[in-house]
């Protein structure tokens, strides 16, 4: 069925005020009318809320739109209640005259929009109340977050797909913010992998400008940027709530009106700095992710991040938020090698697949190639969602195009020193071999044997870390998330390797990195057990979960941090480990030893609990002895052996005699062993 779009245009101009439609909302319009399974892609400020809204009003039945967040929706509903449209919300905010009249609306068939989140869907009675509402149209507002290993994933939006199935009714799902996988991730989980029609309608916000600057005392930056700023309204995104208070507190000592907003405060004071937001001019968030989609309000002039986000779809929706009228908008994002190594960290510690960690480790690269670029940073955004641009002249690369110089040499010395060394090491460790540092790493190694050993003399330590970054940002290498932070060469990197391709670098990177005085503060494990420490750390948070106790129950930091620095590589080692008693070693110890080495081996358990004595070595030697008797001396007898317990109170005899044994082991093991067993224990003794 084809739809009048006079129809709409009609309903565009009296009901929503527009005399037109924006790019590409007419033909979603028409689709999403017409009963058509949609999936669009619209650039955050595009107007794609009126792509639902309007096909709800020229469809018979009701339209339910599952949306993240109530804040979200009740700006929603309140705007087309304004608009004289019949809508309303059912969420865990309503008071209970409000759900009343949502009820009665629906059983009046009054009602055109119902808003909910998407954990209604949970309780038993959602489909049946949706069905005899006459609901005929699903919309999906914020999409992106049916992606389970997305930043923004909500676990109930898994249930829409279910919905749409039992309701037999067509699907709309909007985002701002997927990347391929994550488009083929939507179709796959709300569409049951049947194609939608697909919109793609660009990524491009070009009212938006793009900067990015390395950190160098970063609260003045911020505070400067604020400062060129003053009276319009902008968002900071901070990393750790503590930086949300901090900051907003040294904005409103430099004279703006400022106010923080985290996950961590009460949802009365959380609701009060969202409306203060709306309602206010010139008003300054300074925020974790917490404050993100919802946020409506067109006129925010400028976003910064005072720390790198997690993702380059995160840093893309986040930016997103500015400039929403078109007017023009400003964008600054502090970065520093802290900020990567958390974000490392945080993908490392998750209880993702490899896979998926290493696609994550990928995503950061493409973040890191941006904060790195070389050209137009618009130009570099719009390429990893896929699409081209020429220079747009509105970036900071455009303002004032970066110093470059021809890497090649040094970078193929980096990928060289990884090829020499099997790809089993990170940053730190390849830089050591650069450098012709010779730590006991290397010597234990042998890496000052290696052909690469102290060829990159002509950089410091900090120099080659910024190369590295800069190889991350091109996608050259990425870290193994099998092999804790080993770094591994992409396919893009074998032309450089074999001479084939040449690369630039940026010297204004290298050269700030050179005189950058880092402050003297004490890590809690090298550069090198890092991501071993954070791959501890996940299967420890694994344990918990499932118990539901603190981490420190099943191990504490300390207990971790050595496992990670020794390196255990039996159960006897393990059990050497300052805070892995007998239990947590019978419990634990072969998980925590398969993420050290692989695979942790198989012990019985009665020899487990010897693991770290002497009594185990002295068990281990009379199993030996015990399968070369088992038949006799000669090899002739019958077979004969003792059990695990018997050997295990061999093992632990102090003192011992032939008469001792023969009580342990009775008279035809004791004529059999007897003799061969007191020889173990006194070498032992």
């Not at 799902?173 to 939507?186: H, K, L, M, Q, V």
């Not at 106010?259 to 949802?267: F, I, R, T, V």
């Not at 993100?292 to 930016?319: C, F, N, T």
């Not at 081996?601 to 008797?629: C, F, I, N, W």
Request: net charge neutral; hydrophobic share 40%; aromatic share 6%.
């Amino acid at each position: 069925m084809r739809v009048a779009m006079t129809g709409a245009v009609g309903l565009l101009q009296q009901v929503f005020g527009f005399e037109a439609f924006r790019p590409g909302q007419g033909e979603i319009v028409e689709a999403v009318a017409a009963g058509e399974n949609v999936l669009a892609i619209m650039p955050t400020g595009g107007g794609k809320s009126l792509c639902f809204q309007l096909p709800a009003l020229m469809r018979d039945g009701v339209t339910v739109v599952i949306s993240p967040l109530i804040a979200l929706m009740r700006d929603q509903v309140r705007g087309l209640q304004e608009a004289g449209v019949a809508a309303g919300a059912l969420t865990s905010g309503n008071t209970p005259e409000e759900t009343d009249a949502v009820m009665d609306a629906l059983r009046e068939g009054s009602l055109k929009l119902l808003y909910m989140a998407p954990e209604r869907l949970a309780s038993a009675g959602a489909a049946g109340l949706l069905r005899r509402a006459g609901v005929s149209l699903i919309a999906v507002d914020e999409a992106h977050c049916v992606s389970q290993w997305g930043h923004d994933f909500r676990p109930d939006y898994l249930r829409i797909g279910a919905l749409r199935r039992d309701l037999g009714v067509p699907l709309a799902a909007f985002t701002a913010t997927a990347d391929a996988e994550t488009r083929a991730e939507i179709e796959q989980k709300l569409f049951d992998g049947e194609a939608p029609r697909r919109f793609l309608g660009g990524f491009d916000r070009p009212n938006i400008h793009l900067a990015f600057a390395a950190k160098n005392s970063p609260r003045q930056q911020i505070l400067s940027f604020a400062a060129a700023r003053k009276g319009q309204s902008g968002i900071v995104y901070c990393g750790t709530r503590a930086k949300t208070e901090g900051l907003a507190r040294a904005l409103r000592e430099a004279g703006h009106t400022a106010l923080h907003y985290h996950g961590g405060m009460e949802a009365d004071a959380r609701r009060d700095a969202e409306a203060r937001f709306q309602r206010e001019d010139g008003l300054i968030v300074v925020a974790t992710v917490a404050f993100g989609m919802g946020i409506d309000k067109p006129d925010i002039r400028w976003v910064a991040h005072a720390d790198l986000p997690k993702s380059i779809e995160a840093y893309y929706q986040e930016i997103g938020r500015a400039g929403r009228d078109g007017a023009p908008a400003e964008t600054l994002t502090l970065f520093g090698p802290d900020d990567i190594r958390l974000r490392r960290t945080q993908i490392d510690e998750g209880l993702a697949p490899p896979e998926r960690r290493g696609a994550d480790h990928a995503r950061l690269n493409a973040l890191l190639g941006l904060a790195e670029a070389l050209t137009c940073r618009r130009a570099t955004l719009l390429g990893y969602f896929g699409e081209t641009k020429e220079a747009c002249g509105s970036c900071d690369l455009c303002d004032s195009p970066p110093e470059v110089f021809d890497g090649t040499t040094s970078v193929r010395k980096a990928l060289s020193a990884m090829l020499r060394t099997d790809e089993w090491f990170g940053a730190g460790h390849l830089i050591d071999i650069l450098t012709g540092t010779e730590t006991d790493k290397i010597r234990a190694r042998g890496h000052q044997s290696l052909p690469t050993y102290g060829v990159g003399k002509e950089h410091d330590k900090r120099v080659w870390q910024a190369i590295f970054r800069q190889m991350m940002g091109h996608d050259l290498v990425r870290p193994d998330p099998e092999r804790h932070g080993a770094l591994r060469m992409t396919d893009a990197a074998l032309p450089i390797l074999r001479a084939e391709a040449t690369i630039d670098l940026r010297r204004d990177t290298l050269r700030q990195a050179a005189a950058t005085r880092r402050p003297a503060v004490r890590e809690m494990v090298s550069e090198e057990d890092a991501p071993l420490l954070s791959a501890l750390k996940a299967r420890r948070r694994g344990f918990a979960e499932a118990a539901r106790v603190p981490a420190y129950v099943i191990f504490n930091d300390r207990t971790l941090i050595e496992m990670a620095q020794t390196r255990p590589g039996n159960l006897d080692q393990m059990a050497q480990i300052s805070g892995v008693g007998a239990k947590k070693l019978e419990r634990y110890g072969a998980a925590f030893l398969e993420v050290i080495v692989g695979e942790a081996e198989q012990m019985h358990p009665t020899r487990r609990k010897l693991a770290g004595r002497v009594s185990g070595s002295v068990y281990d030697r009379l199993l030996e002895v015990q399968a070369d008797l088992s038949r006799g001396g000669d090899g002739t007898c019958k077979p004969l052996s003792c059990s695990a317990s018997l050997l295990a109170k061999v093992a632990q005899l102090r003192s011992a005699d032939a008469s001792s044994l023969e009580r342990i082991l009775g008279a035809r093991r004791a004529e059999r062993f007897g003799p061969a067993f007191l020889d173990v224990l006194r070498e032992a003794g």
